[in-house]
């Protein structure tokens, strides 16, 4: 449903669909109303009510008369609106608060967690042609990956992580990783076969937040960066956890990058796959670039 109408002063957009979910509580509601002070044109705010809402207002917004998206929220509330706009014709450029848990996109664009950001945002900033990653059922803007990251996706607490945030994952992590049995995973790139634990395919730099993984990943180019993490067990993961928080995870000896343009991952029935924080399927599964691309406004 189209919660509310609220008209001010025009700037470069016409009219503007802004995407939220009520149900991120009322601290991200506040920073979202603070945020939509600046944003410079008429727009609708859509509450979400349920999975798939988002992607289905993001998927019409064109035809609705929209010539923006703002979405308010974390990283998996733009997989959705970026799936929807990648089914849709003609769609508008998509802006971000930042409002989620990681919010790896906000770090990848450099934009602030200021209320004040959007305005900048919309007066100033400029467009980048984002290439979508595509799993073959799903598009995704960040990252896909199999392993430990994965099954903490799979087994993370919805309510916990609206609570506590970011801290949810790490809680997760530290239960899973005493007794996850770290399968190996076989992870063929553009046709040469490569064995690891953990694979993490790359469209941008960042993972996790604020942490670089990909140094030459670009979501504006045709390639895809897989991080290939060979060893697996609870020490090799605490030394992988701070080396990544330390920028120095794929310079590690055995974590290897490998670029390409078709991953294809195989490994133990029912291993999950995730991409962007949500859980999109199983093993085995085909991952290249999509020829669909959306516009991000970036500063």
Not at 131 to 148: D, I, K, N, P, Q
């Amino acid at each position: 449903m189209v919660d509310q109408v609220l008209p001010v002063l025009t700037g470069r957009f016409r009219r503007a669909l802004v995407i939220f979910n009520p149900t991120a509580g009322s601290r991200h509601r506040r920073r979202l109303d603070a945020a939509l002070g600046g944003i410079g044109c008429p727009y609708e705010l859509k509450l979400t009510e349920r999975r798939g809402d988002a992607e289905e207002a993001a998927r019409t917004a064109a035809e609705q008369g929209y010539d923006l998206v703002v979405v308010g929220g974390g990283d998996g509330t733009i997989n959705e609106v970026a799936n929807g706009l990648a089914a849709g014709a003609g769609a508008p450029p998509l802006a971000v608060i930042p409002l989620g848990s990681a919010n790896v996109t906000a770090a990848e664009i450099g934009l602030s967690h200021l209320p004040e950001a959007l305005s900048r945002l919309l007066a100033r900033g400029r467009r980048k042609t984002v290439r979508l990653g595509w799993t073959g059922e799903r598009y995704f803007v960040l990252m896909a990956s199999v392993g430990l990251d994965a099954e903490v996706v799979r087994g993370l607490d919805p309510a916990l992580k609206r609570r506590i945030g970011r801290t949810a994952y790490l809680f997760e992590a530290l239960r899973r990783v005493l007794r996850y049995d770290f399968p190996e995973f076989s992870v063929v790139i553009d046709g040469i076969p490569h064995r690891a634990r953990m694979a993490v395919v790359c469209r941008a730099r960042h993972y996790g937040g604020p942490f670089e993984l990909a140094p030459a990943a670009d979501m504006g180019d045709e390639r895809l960066h897989v991080a290939l993490l060979r060893r697996g067990g609870l020490l090799a993961m605490l030394r992988y956890g701070l080396s990544l928080a330390g920028g120095r995870l794929s310079r590690l000896a055995d974590v290897e990058m490998v670029s390409g343009t078709v991953v294809s991952i195989d490994g133990p029935a029912g291993a999950p796959v995730q991409a962007d924080g949500d859980l999109i399927g199983e093993t085995p599964i085909e991952i290249t670039v999509s020829r669909r691309t959306i516009d991000l406004m970036v500063p």
